[in-house]
Nanobody, 125 residues
């Protein structure tokens, strides 16, 4: 049974940093692409970042490029999202997801196979 468990969310002020973690189990982690998505109240879920299983190739949405960094530790079956210079518009529930194969590192959420339960990030102004 595949499980993805996010942690690290919280309430911070604008300009602060947070690091999200997502621990995976039940799958060959080092052969799966890992992604982060987020969903703000009243909005659709949107792509944030993706990292290939090789831990080298990454992709980011325009809104987080230069502020967020995705990384993974295949020995720990964990993917991270380091978030810096947080803005109120980053407030959302953040989800990690995984896929065996994606057509693109910017693939739609519909291409992902498994999802975590989400962790809330709230950025106050």
């Amino acid at each position: 049974q595949v499980q993805l468990v996010e942690s690290g969310g919280g309430v911070v002020q604008a300009g602060a940093s947070l690091r999200l973690s997502c621990a995976a189990s039940g799958l060959p982690f080092n052969r799966y692409v890992m992604g982060w998505f987020r969903q703000a109240p009243g909005k659709e879920r949107e792509f944030v970042a993706t990292i290939h299983w090789n831990a080298i190739s990454t992709a980011y949405s325009n809104s987080v490029t230069g502020r967020f960094t995705i990384s993974r530790d295949n020995a720990k079956n964990t993917v991270y999202l380091q978030m810096s210079s947080l803005k109120p518009e980053d407030t959302a529930v953040y989800y990690c997801a995984t896929a065996r194969v994606l057509r693109s590192l910017r693939a739609s959420d519909r291409e992902y196979d498994y999802w975590g339960q989400g962790t809330q990030v709230t950025v106050s102004s």
